[in-house]
């Protein structure tokens, strides 16, 4: 759009630059409750056909029906064919009650917002200088606090450890507030300031990388300084723990992974432990 018009014109120009802010509501009561009726209609249904073919197979002149589709499909002497009708009504139904069970899978398995993306889109509906209140009926409301269930993310950001998500949603905006603003330049007709995600995660790799060379660098120095026993293998504990941990919220490891890695940290660091005495020189 070349021009920027009030209201929802304005909101999707905005979900569309930044799809991560894509937030709608799934609905999840109303499609459930859509299903729960389709499965009722179709059990009514269901014992409908079962009442009519028990009866046509009762019938000489109609036991034929279950047996030869074309017979089931024509009309009998009396111009009618109910139970064909109402299987034409049951495949309808059945037809919408399967494209509703798929959809309603689907929502279920999509994630909702990041905290701070729908922190971020409230805040921006509200400023004056951004959406300003866009929305004049109850649906303004769509976005509110009672809803935080009901979200979904059309592109939901996601950081597959919670070191990630620390850094970009609680670090990145107090720098900001401090320093980023004074050496960025907010987008036009915003005050809203872009960091690109990818260079986020380079600096993320950094900090990864320098973590792993200092903590087994650490706890060997800290050993070689230690002369009693007991205090070193406290030490060994201590340092083992804070890798395994440093493993769990730094990085995307599994549980085995984790569990492989800290054995081979503790290995290397009780062949340390055994091959030096800790005298200092």
Not at 255 to 280: D, K, M, Y
Request: charged residues 20%.
């Amino acid at each position: 759009m070349s021009e920027t018009i009030e209201g929802y014109p304005q909101i999707a120009q905005f979900m569309s630059e930044h799809k991560e802010l894509g937030i709608l509501r799934r609905f999840g009561e109303l499609n459930m409750l859509t299903l729960l009726h389709l499965q009722a209609e179709l059990m009514h249904l269901e014992e409908a056909y079962s009442r009519l073919s028990e009866a046509d197979e009762k019938s000489s002149s109609r036991a034929y029906r279950s047996r030869d589709w074309w017979s089931l499909t024509q009309l009998d002497c009396n111009g009618n064919r109910e139970q064909w009708d109402l299987l034409l009504q049951i495949r309808e139904t059945l037809d919408k009650y399967n494209r509703q069970l798929r959809q309603q899978i689907w929502l279920a398995d999509r994630l909702g917002p990041n905290d701070y993306d729908l922190s971020f889109f409230r805040d921006w509906l509200k400023h004056p200088r951004m959406g300003n209140f866009p929305l004049r009926g109850i649906d303004r409301k769509a976005w509110d606090p009672i809803y935080d269930h009901d979200f979904i993310a059309i592109q939901r950001r996601t950081s597959v450890d919670p070191f990630s998500r620390w850094f970009i949603n609680i670090i990145i905006p107090k720098f900001h507030s401090l320093i980023g603003h004074r050496i960025t330049t907010p987008l036009p007709r915003t005050e809203i300031t872009n960091y690109k995600e990818s260079i986020l995660l380079k600096i993320l790799d950094v900090l990864r990388t320098v973590l792993a060379c200092l903590l087994p660098v650490s706890c060997i120095v800290v050993l070689y300084f230690v002369t009693s026993m007991r205090a070193r293998l406290g030490i060994l504990i201590g340092f083992t723990a804070i890798f395994s941990l440093c493993l769990s919220l730094v990085t995307g490891a599994t549980r085995i992974e984790v569990f492989a890695a800290t054995s081979a940290f503790a290995a290397v660091q009780i062949v340390f432990l055994s091959g030096n005495s800790g005298q200092i020189p």
